[in-house]
T-cell receptor, first 112, second 115 residues
Framework: GENVEQHPSTLSVQEGDSAVIKCTYS??????FPWYKQELGKGPQLIID?????GEKKDQRIAVTLNKTAKHFSLHITETQPEDSAVYFC???????????FGAGTILRVKS | DAMVIQNPRYQVTQFGKPVTLSCSQT?????MYWYQQKSSQAPKLLFH???????NEADTPDNFQSRRPNTSFCFLDIRSPGLGDAAMYLC??????????????FGPGTRLTVL
């Protein structure tokens, strides 16, 4: 089945710097890749997603890139702020089983 | 504004005592999911309903059951909770329009403690 690997597991950046989180997936048939932000004690919140017919998508300070050939996708956060501190999960939609497969998560800490 | 609502937010139960967690949605979505999330781990899918069709994950223990009496509500029943079932339980929904893969929207979760 689909397997999603996410790196790094923890990331500390200074306020104002950029943060990049990378994920790789195994199922070449996967066609949908969302990113979720989860704050302590809360449910995951969708922050951005990308479909396989697009290479890049941007929403203000957040961008996602997708390389289908290499089977990896990345989250880019620019001008980080303390409120960006959270756990970030990538996911890939597996057609086998028709479900989302999540990465292990990245703890992002933005230091002010 | 809440679209996926979970009640209660915190639930404490005793070892072996049945417990029910509730999820409701105002989105009129066809699909509802239940995930288990343990500390510092990714959400793990337990099962989902597509309308009234129940889809169980192969590795979901029999101890976990679900009911969906109507479009808006879905329940997670844990028949005999063990200490290992202490976790955050997340409900999610998606439109289920077919063809195009749908975005999943999560509720705030219910934190289950087993004493």
């Amino acid at each position: 089945g689909e397997n999603v690997e996410q790196h790094p597991s923890t990331l500390s950046v200074q306020e104002g710097d950029s943060a990049v989180i990378k994920c790789t997936y195994s199922d070449s048939a996967s066609n949908y890749f969302p990113w979720y932000k989860q704050e302590l004690g809360k449910g995951p919140q969708l922050i951005i997603d990308i479909r396989s017919n697009v290479g890049e998508k941007k929403d203000q300070r957040i961008a996602v890139t997708l390389n289908k050939t290499a089977k990896h996708f990345s989250l880019h956060i620019t001008e980080t702020q303390p409120e960006d501190s959270a756990v970030y999960f990538c996911a890939a939609h597996s057609r086998k089983g028709n479900k989302l497969v999540f990465g292990a998560g990245t703890i992002l800490r933005v230091k002010s | 504004d809440a679209m996926v609502i979970q009640n209660p937010r915190y639930q404490v139960t005793q070892f072996g005592k049945p417990v029910t967690l509730s999820c409701s949605q105002t989105l009129n979505h066809n699909v509802m999911y239940w995930y288990q999330q343990k500390s510092s781990q990714a959400p793990k899918l337990l099962f989902h309903y597509y309308d009234k069709d129940f889809n169980n994950e192969a590795d979901t223990p029999d101890n976990f059951q679900s009911r969906r009496p109507n479009t808006s509500f879905c329940f997670l029943d844990i028949r005999s909770p063990g200490l290992g079932d202490a976790a955050m339980y997340l409900c999610a929904t998606s439109r289920g329009s077919g063809g195009r893969t749908d975005t999943q929207y999560f509720g705030p979760g219910t934190r289950l403690t087993v004493l």
